[in-house]
């Protein structure tokens, strides 16, 4: 499945809310009706990553500073979803590259939450990462926010450990995926 970059599987939710695998054209056409392009970005979006993540997460954002300096780090990679013809972005991410890949960050702007996107997103990453060589991956998620697990549970990933006062008002639950048993293999 993953004999090329261009035939990397994508996902998205059917009707049913059924994963549904999309070839790479049919995630440029998922993005496109949305009026979106997929980008991989580099140190001059660093002040609309961090307004997106200030958006986003609040006093949890990551710092300017901090997304000047990771933006341009070899062993991360760094897309977004971005309102075509602007730099506005509308879902962004994270992932560091290695043999163990961890989700630095993900956030879908609250009006585009339920399309799709966040699982794009989140297969976009892990595309990303399993193409650099990892074999597995890991991630915080609150651990207040159990919607947010059920999404990571529904890709595969299960809980494996616990991290208190991980964010400034919650602890965290930290989550974990191996590839050869994720949904990326289809």
Sequence with gaps: MFESK????????????HLAYLGEVEA???????????????????????????EIFGEDAW??????????????LFLAY??????????LGAVSLGIEADILTIGVKK???????????????????FESGAREAYLEVRAKDTNVQSFYLSHGWEEVGFRPAYYSDDDARIMHLTFAHSKLRG
């Design 6 to 17: 261009s035939e990397a599987i994508r996902v998205r939710l059917d009707e049913a809310g």
């Design 28 to 54: 440029k056409n998922l993005l496109h009706e949305r009026g979106l392009s997929r980008l991989v970005l580099s140190p001059e979006w660093a002040e609309s990553a961090y307004a997106f993540d200030t």
């Design 63 to 76: 710092p300017l500073s901090g997304w000047r300096e990771q933006i341009s780090w070899p062993t991360s």
């Design 82 to 91: 971005v309102k075509e013809g602007s730099k506005e972005i509308r879902a």
């Design 111 to 129: 009006s585009l939450r339920g399309t799709s996107l966040g699982s794009l997103l989140l297969r976009d990453l892990l595309t990303g990462a």
